[in-house]
């Protein structure tokens, strides 16, 4: 009986592979876990983006920043789950404490001189679009995506009930939405 093979060592671009998947699985999981309700679906769109930095490897273009690159395509990944299935309820904004955080769906800002410029972009036509709403739905769109704070709040400092801020949130949105559409898109966000 032959005794079993041993491993051959790791090459320099299995160690490189290996560094980037330890160095950037914490952050990109918050990411994905973020932006997808189901937890099993959420670990399996990070097994496809890292089976996808392992096959780019292999080309022989190299990946220059391998964060950027990771986060682009955990996005495009999620983005094309959405699109295959109907949309799952999104959970209840009034007693929701999920940290999502506008800047983390903007470019990186250390994502070199392209993202850089992306983002500020972005944020320019963001502020402007902002400018053209009406007051009240400029402040609950400021005060719930940008301040952090809750309708439920909201609703006990102004006196207002939450269905209305909510529905001004959502025109906010909608308006936003239609606004900065032509912006992504230019920028293949």
Excluded: C
């Amino acid at each position: 009986m032959e005794p079993p093979p041993t491993p051959s060592p790791l090459t320099a671009q299995d160690r490189e592979i290996a560094d980037a998947v330890a160095r950037e699985r914490p952050r990109l999981r918050n990411f994905i876990r973020r932006r997808v309700i189901d937890q099993d679906e959420a670990e399996d769109i990070l097994q496809d983006v890292f089976e996808e930095l392992v096959e780019a490897y292999r080309l022989p273009d190299s990946i220059e920043q391998v964060g950027a690159w990771l986060f682009r395509v955990a996005r495009n990944r999620i983005v094309d789950r959405f699109r295959k299935r109907k949309e799952e309820p999104l959970p209840d904004p009034v007693e929701s404490n999920d940290e999502y955080r506008l800047d983390l769906a903007l470019p990186s800002p250390d994502g070199g001189p392209e993202a850089a410029y992306a983002r500020a972009a972005l944020l320019d036509a963001l502020r402007s679009a902002l400018d053209e709403l009406p007051a009240s739905q400029r402040e609950i769109f400021v005060a719930h995506e940008l301040d952090g704070r809750s309708f439920r709040e909201m609703a006990e400092a102004t006196g207002t009930s939450i269905n209305t801020l909510l529905a001004r949130k959502r025109y906010a949105v909608l308006h936003l939405r239609e606004r900065l559409k032509s912006a992504y898109d230019g920028f293949g966000i």
